[in-house]
Nanobody
Framework: QVQLVESGGGLVQAGGSLRLSCAASGSIFSHNDMGWYRQAPGKQRDLVAV???????NYADSVKGRFTISRDKAKNTVFLQMNSLKSEDTAVYYCYTDTFRRFWGQGTQVTVSS
C-alpha cells in the first residue's frame, strides 16, 4: 500500500519561509504526478501545486512567484518551498500522489501570523 508522510509545517511570521516535504513509500510508478492541496478553516480543499514525472509544474494563481514545488524521483519525495508567506496561506497542507487511485498524506498545519 502507498503511504505518504509529511513534515515541515509550523508557525511562521508573515514574510517568512517554510519548506514542506512528503515522502512516499509503497508501489509508486514513475509516471505518477504528485502535488499539494491546502484547506483553510471554513474553506474547500484547493490545489496549490502539482509536478509531473517530467518535472513540469503548475501553481495556483495565489502562490505563483512565492511557492516552488520540486521532487526527488529516486526517493519518491515531493517538496514545497514556501516564501514570502502571508496570513492567507494559513491552512492544513496535504500532499498526494496519483496511482490507481489518489493517495493522501495526513496533512501538516501551516500557520502564518501577521
Amino acid at each position: 500500500q502507498v503511504q505518504l508522510v509529511e513534515s515541515g509545517g509550523g508557525l511562521v511570521q508573515a514574510g517568512g519561509s517554510l519548506r514542506l516535504s512528503c515522502a512516499a513509500s509503497g508501489s509508486i510508478f514513475s509516471h505518477n504526478d504528485m502535488g499539494w492541496y491546502r484547506q483553510a478553516p471554513g474553506k474547500q480543499r484547493d490545489l496549490v501545486a502539482v509536478i509531473s514525472t517530467g518535472g513540469s509544474t503548475n501553481y495556483a494563481d495565489s502562490v505563483k512567484g512565492r511557492f516552488t514545488i520540486s521532487r526527488d524521483k529516486a526517493k519518491n519525495t515531493v517538496f514545497l518551498q514556501m516564501n514570502s508567506l502571508k496570513s492567507e496561506d494559513t491552512a492544513v497542507y496535504y500532499c498526494y500522489t496519483d496511482t490507481f487511485r489518489r493517495f493522501w498524506g495526513q496533512g501538516t498545519q501551516v500557520t502564518v501570523s501577521s
